[in-house]
């Protein structure tokens, strides 16, 4: 039998990747899973991961939970709407290819998503709890402009993965 920790690590083997040119975007809640599953990407397929909250976090206390996180997020953004924006821009011209993790600012997706290129992965939509209202309310707008994108055929559905737990 798997022990617990086994267990919560390989969760995501069940989700299948999908195909991208340039870059993997991958969307979800705190604690959803996402920095686990890019390391698993890059693992499989050797992409380099840029991770949005390092940035923040590297401005805090190692401890600071969500809502103080996301109280700088709004403070910077108050003063420059595209700051992380173009901080993402710049990591992705870096790379051939990435995995882009954390995002939850709609600003900052539809800047640097390409339709043609790119892919993206929602975690756990619908089993995770926001900690904070710009969580929610970004991670839903991301969802609604990919749907939107889906349903115009500016992507195709095989990029777009909705991974649940099983």
């Known amino acids: 039998?798997?022990?617990?920790?086994?267990?919560?690590?390989?969760?995501?083997?069940?989700?299948?990747?999908?195909?991208?040119?340039?870059?993997?975007?991958?969307?979800?809640?705190?604690?959803?899973?996402?920095?686990?599953?890019?390391?698993?990407?890059?693992?499989k397929?050797?992409?380099?991961?840029?991770?949005?909250?390092?940035?923040?976090?590297?401005?805090?206390?190692?401890e600071s939970e969500t809502p103080e996180l996301t109280a700088s997020v709004c403070s910077i953004l108050d003063k420059d709407s595209r700051f992380f924006s173009r901080k993402i821009a710049e990591e992705i011209k870096k790379f051939e290819r990435s995995i882009v993790v954390?995002?939850?600012n709609p600003t900052d997706f539809v800047d640097s998503f390409n339709a043609k290129t790119?892919?993206?992965?929602?975690?756990?939509?619908?089993?995770f709890t926001a900690k904070t209202s710009?969580?929610?309310?970004?991670?839903?707008?991301?969802?609604?402009?990919?749907?939107?994108?889906?349903?115009?055929?500016?992507?195709t559905h095989d990029r777009v993965v909705f991974a649940t737990r099983i």
């Not at 397929?45 to 190692?62: F, Q, S, Y």
């Open 1 to 43: 039998m798997a022990s617990r920790k086994e267990s919560i690590l390989m969760w995501y083997d069940h989700i299948v990747i999908p195909s991208f040119k340039r870059t993997l975007w991958i969307i979800g809640l705190s604690g959803s899973g996402k920095s686990s599953f890019a390391r698993a990407v890059n693992l």
């Open 134 to 155: 710009f969580e929610k309310s970004g991670v839903d707008a991301i969802c609604a402009f990919v749907d939107f994108l889906r349903t115009s055929d500016f992507v």
């Open 45 to 62: 397929l050797n992409v380099e991961i840029i991770e949005t909250g390092k940035w923040i976090r590297a401005m805090h206390h190692p």
């Open 102 to 104: 954390g995002t939850r």
């Open 118 to 127: 790119d892919a993206v992965v929602f975690l756990g939509l619908n089993q």
